[in-house]
């Protein structure tokens, strides 16, 4: 095999592998794409139901009950005692937070507003923690408080409403 036969053979290879990549990220972009319709489709939501998975960190998949379609929710809550007998609380709610100000880039439309706007916590019946929110809160915000008087074994309950009716609660255990 002559010189040039071989760097004809390497460029024909290198072709080759070019455009099995190229095919690569085609296929997962129309996976993406594929994933991100079946997810618009099934969007719509109703109430919420939830169980927590485990006493120390609840991270269960919430059913969102919607006529025939469920949508899986998730949530990750952790509540410990740190040294100074305070129980801290950290949570991330999933949630789109839409403020109803920003339009969608394919039709022009505004999208609707779509945020929690109450969270309460309860401890033994006891609120520890009440927030109002508002529109400009992030996409799946993060919760960080602490309060006095938990203790390692005590359930915390957490219940939130959005703008749109959609409403749900979920428990945790503190560790």
Avoid: C
């Avoid at 998730?74 to 403020?99: G, R, W």
């Avoid at 019946?125 to 960080?144: C, E, F, Q, T």
Wanted: net charge positive.
């Amino acid at each position: 095999m002559t010189k040039n036969e071989r760097s004809e053979q390497r460029a024909k290879e290198k072709a080759a592998r070019k455009a099995a990549k190229k095919a690569a990220r085609a296929e997962k972009r129309a996976k993406r794409l594929e994933k991100k319709q079946a997810k618009k489709r099934d969007g719509t939501r109703a109430t919420v139901e939830s169980t927590p998975t485990s006493p120390a960190t609840s991270s269960p998949t919430r059913r969102i009950r919607s006529g025939s379609s469920n949508v899986a929710i998730n949530h990750k809550v952790k509540a410990v005692i740190n040294n100074n007998n305070q129980t801290v609380v950290k949570t991330i709610l999933s949630h789109p937070m839409e403020t109803g100000l920003r339009k969608d880039r394919k039709t022009g439309k505004r999208i609707p507003a779509d945020f929690i706007s109450e969270i309460i916590v309860k401890h033994k019946n006891r609120d520890v923690m009440i927030a109002y929110w508002g529109p400009a809160m992030s996409k799946d915000p993060l919760l960080h408080f602490t309060f006095d008087g938990g203790v390692t074994g005590d359930e915390i309950s957490f219940f939130w409403k959005d703008i749109k009716g959609n409403s749900g609660k979920f428990l945790t255990t503190i560790r």
